[in-house]
């Protein structure tokens, strides 16, 4: 059982470039979600899903986008990377409202 | 909007000290509260969880948080630390109309000193 798996785990893109980071999950979870972690300010919501086809908004979205065609993959698209991407990122999968998050080992970005 | 506030930036004891770390968080509704934890160089992984019942919630490797309703708290606790205990911890909330999306607060690193 391999839980929440990133990849890549290491990114240096060109600002302007665009990317996809992936998050595929194994446990048939219904609930996604991608936050980016900055020091001193904790994990950041960009997108969540609560499941196949439906997608929403977080705290911090723009310059993000998500899609949800399956319930396994959750990819997440950076259209054109910025310096303030710099990040690490988190791919995040559980099965009901009430339950915790099952985290993925995160994706280091970073923008030059 | 729900938030969570964590008071602590960092905090300093040495092995056997007692350990509190506060967090508050602002929705007034019915709320589910985490604890995670972050050791260096690692993912997230959950400490603990309340939804219901026992205010009292006790989780893995001896680390337990008490909700408060009343005051909007959910402080996590642990009697005696451990060098091992060294790692970043976050408090986290959903609940109400925000229930899919879970909030987290900006965390408390914790340094034990041997």
């Known amino acids: 059982n391999a839980g929440v798996t990133q990849t890549p785990k290491f990114q240096v893109l060109k600002t302007g470039q665009s990317m996809t980071l992936q998050c595929a999950q194994d446990?048939?979870?219904?609930?996604m979600s991608w936050y980016r972690q900055d020091p001193g300010m904790g994990l950041r919501l960009i997108h969540y899903s609560v499941g196949a086809g439906i997608t929403d908004q977080g705290e911090v979205p723009n310059g993000y986008n998500v899609s949800r065609s399956t319930t396994e993959d959750f990819p997440l698209r950076l259209l054109s990377a910025a310096p303030s991407q710099t990040s690490v990122y988190f791919c995040?999968?559980?099965?009901?409202?009430?339950?915790?998050?099952?985290f993925g080992s995160g994706t280091r970005l970073t923008v030059v | 909007a729900q938030s969570v506030s964590q008071h602590n930036h960092h905090v300093i004891l040495s092995e056997a000290a007692s350990l509190e770390l506060g967090c508050n968080y602002s929705?007034?509704?019915?709320?589910?509260l985490f604890w995670y934890v972050q050791y260096p160089g690692q993912h997230l992984q959950l400490l603990l969880k309340y939804f219901s019942g026992d205010p009292l919630v006790k989780g893995i490797k001896g680390f337990e948080a008490e909700f408060i309703k009343s005051k909007f708290s959910f402080n996590l606790r642990k009697p005696s630390v451990q060098w091992s205990d060294t790692a970043e911890y976050f408090c986290a909330v959903n609940g109400g109309s925000s229930a899919s999306k879970i909030i987290f607060g900006s965390g408390t690193r914790l340094s034990i000193r041997p």
């Open positions: 995040a999968s559980r099965t009901q409202v009430a339950h915790g998050y099952t």
């Open positions: 929705y007034g509704g019915t709320v589910n």
């Open positions: 446990m048939n979870h219904e609930y």
